[in-house]
């Protein structure tokens, strides 16, 4: 690990080397160090500038209430601290990359610009960081319809010959990773504690020597579990990828909390599994932004989310206009270019609702849910819900007044 000596700086002002005592002085933060790199940067000074003879000099012009000199000082005075940290991290097969370094994946830099890490730890193939890819996530506690249909939505991810990204946690993250790479798909594992146990675990053993997987972390290697950086690191998940799928959100916890963040900055098209499961909160993310995506793996076209835009809230509006350019073509070839421009048909918008139906009803819903989702008024749902199970296209559930799509074979 041959460390350049603004790496080492890096290092220093912004990483722990041992587990964090009380009485040791706080390393930067990101924030932190986006704000002091932004002034050495002023200073035409780089990180190096501050290992030289001449760094007390440079430092007196510094001035800041939260970032004091003597921080900065007793920070860079850790060199012993780093050369341990390095050797121990060295024979595990870790490796340390900053954001000078061109490995440094790019989509992180322009996602969060100043609040990218300043440091992140990996082992693997560290290659894999600028390849485009998928995040796959959920709950840690998950059903096992959940954890079967996270491995057969990573093998599809796998075969398409596109990253699967998760956070590695047990549950689904765990289940979309190890499915991706027993179908010899490349995967990035973003870990939010315990990197460097993890790096010599038989679990991952394998996909690592490989070259198919990357597991990587913002944090100390050796940090045990917190709740703040299991939160913290749901952003680095999105911020990798190019689009996400939420399989199942509990009404609390991580999951959700790093879902409903990504709609709000942002990142990533967010697409969500259809799910009766009444402890989820998938729905409420569809109503936030999200899109529902198909029921059924075999029907996802993974290749197709690598390009989608971002996907606005389900509203009458997007309904009846916006949902119209996701038509397959055939349908809207049929209908649409037999008229003269800007002229529509009632028959029109029933089959825009037509071509939403595999994901609105992909699993048992109800006129009221079906109402929340679309923005749709009762009256019309339920002329419509009739035509399409006079069509064969969705049931009525015995003794039930849910509707469930009946998907072809």
Known sequence: MNLSPVAQATLLLTSDFSRQSEDEVKPLGNAEWGRFALWLKQQSATPADLLGSGADVMLAAWVDSHITRERIEALLSRGHSLALAIERWQRAGLWVLTRSDAEYPRLLKQQLRTDAPPVLFGCGDITLLNHPGLAV??????SER?????????????????NLISGGARGIDEAAMLGALQHNGAVIGVLSDSL????????????????????????YPEAGFTVDHA????????????????????????????????LRKKWVPLWVKPTDDVQASNAQLVTQGGQWCAAHPDDIDVAQWMTTHRHQPYQQDDLLSGAWHTMPDKIADANVAQEPEGIWHPSDFYLIFQAQLPALAAYPVTIEDLGLRTGLHQIQLTEWLQRAE?????????????????RKI
Not at 231 to 260: D, F, I, P, W
């Open 137 to 142: 996530v959920g709950s840690r506690n998950a």
């Open 196 to 219: 460097l146990t993890a790096a010599t675990s038989a679990k991952w053993r394998k996909g690592l020597m490989a070259g198919k997987l990357l597991l990587l972390s913002p944090f």
């Open 146 to 162: 959940d954890l079967t249909f996270s491995r057969q939505v990573a093998a599809r991810i796998a075969s398409a010959n596109i």
């Open 390 to 406: 006079h069509e064969g296209l969705i049931e009525q559930l015995a003794g039930s007044n849910r509707y469930q799509w009946k």
């Open 231 to 262: 939160m913290a690191r749901n952003q680095y998940v999105y911020c990798l990828a190019k689009s996400a799928l939420v399989v199942h959100a509990g009404h609390k916890g991580g999951t959700l909390a790093g879902a409903e963040e990504n």
